[in-house]
């Protein structure tokens, strides 16, 4: 498995930005789909992205789509989540996490960071 470490989340108010990023550990990350998921108080975690090993493809689930992007340094260990025009609905704690099998549902994801937190005033 991976370790993976979340930064970057704060307070920002509506319409602000925030980079979030996630530090892995190991010679084979690489090898790992990477994707953020979210969790709000009181709801189920959420997908939210995911990137492809190579960061050729991503997928962004719709309430993001044109707000957030995803993207990766496979040099670096490096993935991050770029969130613009920020709501306060995706106020959440963060979370990245890493899978060798293709899918968006949180139990397909093996290794897990331990969030972040990201709250969106009005």
Do not use: H
């Amino acid at each position: 498995q991976v370790q993976l470490v979340e930064a970057g989340g704060g307070l920002v108010q509506a319409g602000g930005s925030l980079r979030l990023s996630c530090a892995a550990s190991g010679r084979t990350f690489s090898s790992y789909r990477m994707g953020w998921f979210r969790q709000a108080p009181g709801k189920e975690r959420e997908f939210v992205a995911v990137i492809s090993r190579s960061g050729s493809t991503t997928v962004l689930t719709d309430s993001v789509k044109g707000r957030f992007t995803v993207s990766r340094d496979n040099a670096k260990n490096m993935v991050y989540l770029q969130m613009n025009s920020l709501k306060p609905e995706d106020t959440a704690v963060y979370y990245c996490a890493a899978s060798v099998v293709v899918g968006t549902a949180p139990n397909l994801f093996e290794s897990w960071g331990q969030g972040t937190q990201v709250t969106v005033s009005s």
